[in-house]
């Protein structure tokens, strides 16, 4: 099946600080990403959908200054936390559309601002 | 009506036993309902997946029923295994007119644990 890859896997970051989360196809190119949060032993809520060469699309409640997404070539999407404060602190994980149905999803990046 | 309601939170199974989890929808709309397998510190991976026009579909010990006009599908794992201990997530989509694409509304997920 198609792989996604993030990096980092986890970071550790103080708050006020900006935080990078890269995410990858490895062997396919995907025109589209979806960013999601996941908080402990809760379900996945999509934050934003990341088009290769546009704008974002987010969803509603999610702050596009504080989350912001590039997707600057067809297999690399990026999130940046700016300023992280302590309730930032989650499990933000990719996925990559490889049909119009079908995503797959990265391995997740585990963010705790101290 | 974007919600996907999925039952039960948690369940234990004895090693052989089947597991079932349930879940239902508001939606008519949706019409790609994929179930996903996570384990601890992991992504979600895809398990298998029905469109509203089968019932069933069966994938080794892994089946999807799916109830149209109740609008409610449910995964079923045969001869459980302690392996297959993860968190499963149901999820729907529907195509969007303006993108072409789906975008997936999960449920709440369901914590199963297999005894060995």
């Known amino acids: 099946g198609a792989v996604v890859s993030q990096h980092p896997s986890w970071v550790i970051c103080k708050s006020g600080t900006s935080v990078k989360i890269e995410c990858r196809s490895l062997?396919?190119?995907?025109?589209?990403m979806f960013w999601y949060r996941q908080f402990p032993k809760q379900s996945l809520m999509l934050m934003a959908t990341?088009?290769?060469?546009?704008?974002?699309?987010?969803e509603q409640g999610v702050e596009k200054d504080k989350f912001l997404i590039n997707h600057a070539s067809l297999t690399l999407s990026t999130l940046t936390v700016t300023s992280a404060h302590p309730e930032d602190s989650s499990f933000y994980i990719c996925?990559?559309?490889?049909?119009?149905?079908?995503?797959?999803f990265g391995p997740g990046t585990r963010l705790l601002v101290l | 009506q974007q919600q996907v309601k999925q039952s039960p939170q948690s369940l234990i199974v004895q090693k052989g036993g089947i597991s079932i989890i349930n879940c239902a929808y508001e939606n008519t709309a949706f019409d790609y309902f994929p179930w996903y397998q996570q384990f601890p510190g992991k992504g979600p991976a895809l398990l298998i997946a029905?469109?509203?026009?089968?019932s069933e579909k069966k994938e080794g010990r892994f089946t999807i029923s799916f109830n149209k006009s109740a609008k409610q599908f449910s995964l079923h794992i045969m001869d459980s295994q302690p392996g297959d201990s993860a968190t499963y997530f149901c999820a729907a989509s529907h195509g969007a007119m303006n993108t072409g694409f789906q975008k997936l509304v999960f449920g709440t997920g369901t914590r199963l644990l297999v005894s060995p």
């Open positions: 996925s990559a559309r490889v049909t119009s149905e079908t995503q797959y």
């Open positions: 990341s088009n290769e060469g546009s704008k974002a699309t987010y």
């Open positions: 029905i469109r509203p026009d089968v």
């Open positions: 062997d396919f190119q995907a025109t589209t």
